[in-house]
């Protein structure tokens, strides 16, 4: 049986912009998913700490170094430049890979830039 487990998140990334105006999406540092091993087309879940929102989308690889983390499409609505938010993936394991797996987790400053990585 495959159990669903967090598997990496970069934990309050300060939202850079809202584009409603772009077919769907987050953009996301190159640098940030690296760390995060986060992959371009991977969907994500969005944890918005400022307004409570929950949502999914996928991940558009954004310019390595820019700290961009913006919010495009439908989800633009959900979100406001400025907010905190927490960006989860989730994998599926069996039982037995479980025992040595340990999620990834990049902890940033109010400028999307790498503090720490877990």
């Known amino acids: 049986m495959l159990l669903e487990f967090l ?3 970069i934990h309050r990334a300060t939202v850079t912009d809202a584009n409603l ?4 999406s987050i953009t996301i540092d190159e640098e940030l998913l690296n ?5 371009e087309w991977q969907k994500v879940e969005i944890l918005d700490v400022n ?4 949502f999914q989308t996928y991940i558009i690889k954004g310019k390595a170094g820019s700290g961009d983390i913006c ?3 439908a989800a633009a609505r959900k979100v406001q ?3 905190k938010v927490i ?3 989730y994998g599926q394991f069996e039982e037995k890979e479980l025992k040595d797996f340990k999620p990834t987790v990049v902890i940033v ?4 830039k790498i503090v720490e990585t877990k």
Do not use: F, Q, W
Request: cysteine-free; overall charge negative.
């Open 7 to 9: 598997y990496s998140k």
């Open 71 to 73: 919010l495009n499409g």
């Open 87 to 89: 960006i989860v993936t």
């Open 109 to 112: 400053d109010d400028d999307n």
């Open 81 to 83: 430049p400025g907010d």
């Open 51 to 54: 307004n409570g929102e929950r």
């Open 35 to 39: 760390a995060a091993n986060m992959k």
């Open 21 to 24: 105006n772009y077919v769907g």
